[in-house]
């Protein structure tokens, strides 16, 4: 597929999941931005995506995603470099085995794992809705784990008690209802929003403080793949043609869609929505 006159930015791009899709839609011939938290990691980055590729249209913007003042700038700076979004990959994110606060006063796994994704779809809205066929693609969890969604608005940062299953399963729903919700408000529009699960990769989500166990895990699991050459998924519903046709829907690691939005209330949904907002302006 021939993409050359289409632009996306690709949050997490610098590895894992992210970088799998940033280098699976450069062989299109895209114009690809992803988002580094560092110029470093940013270059080398995009010097190994265009390499492979074969694409120079490959650029990187910093940010750190756990602020959302840098979030709403990195969406400031995107569209200072660019007229036109085809598609937003929210692929970032990040695992933080002890609560940590950042200096806008939120819960970090909460900002990074969903909140800069709220944050930065809605500061690119605009530049999406005045593109052609744009859609907004989210990471999402595995279908297996979704079945019985479970978020208590009253304590959208457990604030009460934190564990890293708590903060993963509360970022993994947030951005299904995110995901939902957001089709919701685009049918009237041109963009769509569409979620998906990659399978389980390798990837820098714990980086160092993941512990040993959960290592050892990952190392032994037959089902865990390499993210760099195994995330089809990702490129197949980021590049996928009539992407209107997809709107609200949800697709496993081998592009099925999998039908489970009764699941999620709407109501939900909604009130996270006003709550997102509320909690991303105090910033």
Same mark, same amino acid.
């Given at each position: 597929?021939?993409?050359?006159?289409?632009?996306?930015?690709?949050?997490?791009?610098?590895?894992?999941?992210?970088?799998?899709?940033?280098?699976?839609?450069?062989?299109?011939?895209?114009?690809?931005?992803?988002?580094?938290?560092?110029?470093?990691?940013?270059?080398?980055?995009?010097?190994?995506?265009?390499?492979?590729?074969?694409?120079? +249209?490959?650029?990187? *913007? !910093?940010?750190?995603? #756990?602020? $959302? @003042?840098?979030?709403?700038?990195?969406?400031?700076?995107?569209?200072?470099?660019?007229?036109?979004?085809h598609g937003?990959?929210?692929?970032?994110?990040?695992?933080?085995?002890?609560?940590?606060?950042?200096?806008?006063?939120?819960?970090?796994?909460?900002?990074?794992?969903?909140?800069?994704?709220?944050?930065l779809t809605?500061?690119?809205?605009?530049?999406?809705?005045?593109?052609?066929?744009?859609?907004?693609?989210?990471?999402?969890?595995?279908?297996?784990?979704?079945?019985?969604?479970?978020?208590?608005? +009253?304590?959208?940062? *457990? !604030?009460?008690?934190? #564990?890293? $299953? @708590?903060?993963?399963?509360?970022?993994?729903?947030?951005?299904?209802?995110?995901?939902?919700?957001?089709?919701?408000?685009?049918?009237?529009?041109?963009?769509?929003?569409?979620?998906?699960?990659?399978?389980?990769?390798?990837?820098?989500?714990?980086?160092?403080?993941?512990?040993?166990?959960?290592?050892?895990?990952?190392?032994?699991?037959?089902?865990?793949?390499?993210?760099?050459?195994?995330?089809?998924?990702?490129?197949?519903?980021?590049?996928?043609?009539?992407?209107?046709?997809?709107?609200?829907?949800?697709?496993?690691?081998?592009n099925n869609?999998?039908?489970?939005?009764? @699941?999620?209330?709407?109501?939900?949904?909604?009130?996270?929505?006003?709550?997102?907002?509320?909690?991303?302006?105090?910033?």
């Open positions: 597929m021939e993409l050359k006159d289409k632009t996306y930015l690709v949050t997490g791009g610098t590895s894992g999941v992210g970088k799998a899709i940033a280098s699976g839609i450069a062989k299109t011939g895209a114009t690809i931005v992803i988002v580094s938290r560092t110029t470093s990691n940013g270059e080398q980055t995009v010097k190994e995506i265009s390499e492979k590729s074969a694409n120079k +249209n490959i650029s990187f *913007l !910093t940010a750190d995603l #756990s602020l $959302m @003042k840098s979030v709403e700038q990195l969406s400031i700076e995107f569209k200072q470099q660019h007229n036109q979004l937003l990959v929210n692929a970032a994110g990040a695992w933080y085995f002890k609560k940590e606060i950042t200096s806008e006063g939120l819960d970090k796994s909460f900002a990074i794992n969903y909140l800069s994704h709220f944050v809605n500061g690119l809205l605009d530049l999406l809705k005045a593109s052609d066929e744009a859609r907004i693609v989210t990471v999402a969890g595995a279908p297996r784990f979704l079945r019985k969604p479970k978020i208590d608005l +009253n304590d959208l940062e *457990l !604030t009460k008690s934190y #564990s890293w $299953m @708590k903060a993963t399963n509360l970022a993994m729903f947030a951005r299904v209802y995110f995901g939902f919700e957001l089709a919701d408000r685009l049918k009237n529009t041109s963009v769509s929003s569409m979620l998906f699960h990659p399978g389980f990769v390798k990837s820098n989500l714990g980086k160092s403080t993941t512990p040993w166990w959960l290592k050892l895990m990952f190392l032994l699991s037959p089902d865990v793949r390499n993210a760099p050459e195994t995330c089809e998924s990702g490129v197949y519903v980021a590049t996928k043609e009539n992407a209107k046709s997809s709107n609200g829907k949800f697709f496993d690691e081998k869609i999998i039908e489970f939005r009764d @699941k999620f209330e709407k109501s939900i949904g909604n009130e996270l929505w006003l709550l997102s907002g509320h909690l991303a302006s105090k910033k």
